[in-house]
């Protein structure tokens, strides 16, 4: 089955620096890649997403890239806010739509 | 996109007993996934519980501990049964945002159970 890797697991940044969260995915045939926040006693929450057609996508602040050579893809969160502080997932899923989540980052954007 | 209302969202049980968590999804959706958050840890998917079928269940969880329903396509039930301590753990389900487009999930609130 997929397995994903996501690194680092714990990010410290400024308020206004970038963070870069990086995960890695181990069946060729995955073609869906979405990122979750989840906020503290919160639910999960999708905030951007990716198909393996389309090598980059951004939204506001935020952006994803996939490279399917390398199996791996990113999220890109740029001038933080306190307010970015949360957990986020990376997740893979192919043809059955049924995603393998990533261990979690927590980041920490300090004021 | 799809609305679910998950309850309860938390309880205190005692070893020994079950607990049934219900999800009513405002959409009729296809599949609708059951997962289990430890503190501090990833979602682990319990299992995938398809309407007219029985659930599918992922390595390390089966039916006798997690009975699942499906009896329509806008509701289903986790049981956890004969709860022990280290069942304490946030229980979610999920459904696809928008049914059959393969674009996301959406979660349920949750349910915090703590087993004492």
């Known amino acids: 089955g997929e397995n994903v890797e996501q690194h680092p697991s714990t990010l410290s940044v400024q308020e206004g620096d970038s963070a870069v969260i990086k995960c890695t995915y181990s069946?060729?045939?995955?073609?869906?890649f979405p990122w979750y926040k989840q906020e503290l006693g919160k639910r999960p929450q999708l905030i951007i997403d990716i198909r393996s057609n389309v090598g980059e996508k951004k939204d506001q602040r935020i952006a994803v890239t996939l490279n399917k050579t390398a199996k791996h893809f990113s999220l890109h969160i740029t001038e933080t806010q306190p307010e970015d502080s949360a957990v986020y997932f990376c997740a893979a899923s192919g043809g059955s739509y049924i995603p393998t989540f990533g261990r979690g980052t927590s980041l920490i954007v300090h004021p | 996109s799809a609305v679910i209302s998950q309850k309860p969202s938390r309880d205190i049980c005692q070893r020994g007993t079950s607990l049934t968590i219900q999800c009513q999804v405002d959409s009729q959706v296809t599949m609708m996934f059951w997962y289990r958050q430890q503190p501090g840890q990833s979602l682990t998917l319990i299992a995938t519980a398809n309407q007219g079928s029985e659930a599918t269940y992922e390595s390390g969880f089966v039916i006798d501990k997690f009975p699942i329903s499906r009896p329509n396509l806008t509701f289903s039930t986790l049981t956890v049964s004969n709860m022990s301590p280290e069942d304490s753990s946030i229980y979610l389900c999920?459904?696809?945002?928008?049914?059959?487009?393969?674009?996301?999930?959406?979660f349920g609130s949750g349910t915090r159970l703590t087993v004492v």
């Open positions: 999920s459904v696809e945002v928008l049914a059959g487009s393969g674009n996301g999930y959406t």
């Open positions: 069946d060729s045939a995955s073609n869906y």
